[in-house]
Structures are given as structure tokens and as C-alpha cells.
């Protein structure tokens, strides 16, 4: 069975540029995550997709930051305009249920300069 | 809000030694999970732990949890190189979302 998959697993871009991460969950799964880790802190959560609906989006840290998940399979999460206190790493994680263990990917490192 | 700690935060033991990370967590919290992550690789499973006074083991880990102290361990005996990584612990309240620890960071030195 294939695991969380993220693209790409690094980014580079200046600020006010845009950048668009990709994430494929587990076949199956209905609950998707995103998080980040910022310079070595705390992993954050940022928001929770069932299926294609967003259950919680609490943690998203201002409106330059868009995610999707059309059709309830792979989400993408948006940057624009880039800043450079966004740089870190984004985990994608999915689960089946909400209450189970989340599986994690292995992160895209973006890096705006 | 539900705010986690850990420590310590950084680690460094010989191979053989056993030593317990702490995981604290402010307001109730029905799901306690420990996770391992290796330097640029994912954050990999390690326990999942539901109930007051569960005790997981697998090979020299085991956690257990007691929500009556808000309080997680995650013990390492006879400890080895390869486990060397970054222990993180998240609790979740039903409903809501994991909220994660600062992470361990475990070096184990021959």
C-alpha cells in the first residue's frame, strides 16, 4: 500500500512569488491534514479535509494561504504572495477515521528568500 | 486550548542506558500518539494510546498514559544507536485535531 505522498519535497522562491504543494493521501482515506514546521518549532496543524470539505481550517495563518481537495483524493495547498516567515516544512498526514493514528508524508521544505 | 510539553527537549545517552521522555498536556485529552521522525524523513507511528493506563511496548519503547496526570512516558530500554531521532507526542480531544509536543530530539552514543 502506498503512504502519503507530497510534491515537490523541496521549493525555493522569492518572496511574492507564488508556490502550489501537492499532496496524495493513502487510497481510502477520507480525513486529510496539513501542518508545518517552522524554523525547528512546533509541527502546527493547519487545517483538516473530509473528504473534499474542510472541517477545520483554525489553523491557517492568514488568507495567503488557500487549500483545495477537489473530488476528496489529493489536495493542494496554495501560497500567494509567498512571505518569507512562511518558509518550513508542510506535512501532509491522512487517517481513515479521525480518531485513528494519522500517516504521515514526508514533507515539502519550502524555503522563500 | 489544549497546549503540550515535552522533555527533555534534548537528549543525548549511551547505548545500553534507559531513560523515560515526559509528555504533559494542559486540559483533557482522549488520544495520546508518540511518533518518531528521522532527520528530512516523515514522522512515522510509533504508539496510539486511548485510554487512561494503556501500556504499549514495542521492541526497547514503551508508553504508557495517564490522563488523570496529563501525562504520557515514553521509556527506552537498553537503549541503541539506531534509535537516534526526534520523538514528538500529540494529544487530541475528540473532535478536535492533534496538537503536537516540541519534540525530543534523541541522540544514543556507542
Known amino acids: 500500500e502506498a503512504g502519503v505522498t507530497q510534491f515537490p519535497s523541496h521549493s525555493v522562491i522569492e518572496k511574492g512569488q507564488t508556490v502550489t504543494l501537492r499532496c496524495d493521501p493513502i487510497?481510502?482515506?477520507?480525513?486529510l491534514y496539513w501542518y508545518r514546521r517552522v524554523m525547528g518549532k512546533e509541527i502546527k496543524f493547519l487545517l483538516h479535509?473530509?473528504?473534499?470539505?474542510?472541517?477545520?481550517e483554525s489553523g491557517m495563518p492568514n488568507n495567503r494561504f488557500l487549500a483545495e481537495r477537489t473530488g476528496g483524493t489529493y489536495s493542494t495547498l496554495k501560497v500567494q504572495p509567498a512571505e518569507l516567515e512562511d518558509s518550513g516544512v508542510y506535512f501532509c498526514a491522512s487517517s481513515q477515521e479521525q480518531i485513528y493514528e494519522q500517516y504521515f508524508g514526508p514533507g515539502t521544505r519550502l524555503t522563500v528568500t | 486550548e489544549l497546549k503540550v510539553e515535552q522533555n527533555p527537549l534534548f537528549l543525548s545517552m549511551q547505548e545500553g542506558k534507559n531513560y523515560t521522555i515526559y509528555c504533559n498536556y494542559s486540559t483533557t485529552s482522549d488520544r495520546l500518539y508518540w511518533y518518531r521522525q528521522d532527520p528530512g524523513k516523515s514522522l512515522e507511528s510509533l504508539f496510539v494510546l486511548l485510554s487512561n493506563g494503556a501500556v504499549k511496548q514495542e521492541g526497547r519503547l514503551m508508553a504508557s498514559l495517564d490522563t488523570k496526570a496529563r501525562l504520557s512516558t515514553l521509556h527506552i530500554t537498553a537503549a541503541v544507536h539506531d534509535l537516534s531521532a526526534t520523538y514528538f507526542c500529540?494529544?487530541?480531544?475528540?473532535?478536535?485535531?492533534?496538537?503536537f509536543g516540541p519534540g525530543t530530539r534523541l541522540s544514543v552514543l556507542p
Open positions: 479535509f473530509v473528504k473534499e470539505s474542510k472541517q477545520d
Open positions: 500529540a494529544a487530541a480531544y475528540y473532535g478536535q485535531n492533534f496538537v
Open positions: 487510497s481510502g482515506h477520507d480525513n
